[in-house]
T-cell receptor, first 112, second 115 residues
Framework: KQEVTQIPAALSVPEGENLVLNCSFT??????LQWFRQDPGKGLTSLLL?????REQTSGRLNASLDKSSGRSTLYIAASQPGDSATYLC???????????FGTGTKLQVIP | DGGITQSPKYLFRKEGQNVTLSCEQN?????MYWYRQDPGQGLRLIYY???????QKGDIAEGYSVSREKKESFPLTVTSAQKNPTAFYLC??????????????FGPGTRLTVL
């Protein structure tokens, strides 16, 4: 059974700092991995999707990497802003509609 | 303006009542999903549907029911058999990409509270 872990559960950084969020998974046989952002009381917003054949994806100040062999993905946020404050979740698709496993998220606070 | 809508935003249920949560999408996606989110836990899959008139149980289907009569709509009923229904419910949709699912798009959620 796929297990997805996100450490730390919470992170606080000063504005302008570059930061890395971590996602680890136990079964390397995956189809894709998706990073989401969730604001309090809101739904999830898709940030980046990495297919299993890809090593990284970039969107603006965000860069996500994938290392299947080590069971890890990282989300790099450059020049953090207070508006980046949210919970970031990763979701691993192990193949099939019912095989998407979510991590519990990292709650990020960017301090002005 | 494409997206997923869920209603109501807040819902209160009395003991023994069935309640229905609405989910509508205009993204022309074949697949739709219902997840439950509890504090400190990852999202858990309740039901999913790959296509109209078809749906499958997820990991925690007991006490829930769904229907998929139209491509755009995937309502979730929380029955009185669900013993701990207080949670945040999220609906999602996706295209049928490689591996069975592609990018998932989520609605804004419904917060259900049992009185």
């Amino acid at each position: 059974k796929q297990e997805v872990t996100q450490i730390p559960a919470a992170l606080s950084v000063p504005e302008g700092e570059n930061l890395v969020l971590n996602c680890s998974f136990t079964d390397s046989a995956i189809y894709n991995l998706q990073w989401f952002r969730q604001d309090p009381g809101k739904g999830l917003t898709s940030l980046l999707l990495i297919q299993s054949s890809q090593r990284e994806q970039t969107s603006g100040r965000l860069n996500a990497s994938l290392d299947k062999s080590s069971g890890r993905s990282t989300l790099y946020i450059a020049a953090s802003q207070p508006g980046d404050s949210a919970t970031y979740l990763c979701a691993v698709n192990s193949g099939g509609y019912q095989k998407v496993t979510f991590g519990t998220g990292t709650k990020l606070q960017v301090i002005p | 303006d494409g997206g997923i809508t869920q209603s109501p935003k807040y819902l209160f249920r009395k003991e023994g009542q069935n309640v229905t949560l609405s989910c509508e999408q205009n993204l022309n996606h074949d697949a739709m999903y219902w997840y439950r989110q509890d504090p400190g836990q990852g999202l858990r899959l309740i039901y999913y549907s790959q296509i109209v008139n078809d749906f499958q149980k997820g990991d925690i289907a007991e006490g829930y029911s769904v229907s998929r009569e139209k491509k755009e709509s995937f309502p979730l009923t929380v029955t009185s058999a669900q013993k701990n229904p207080t949670a945040f419910y999220l609906c999602a949709s996706s295209d049928r990409g490689r591996g069975g699912t592609d990018t998932q798009y989520f609605g804004p959620g419904t917060r259900l509270t049992v009185l």
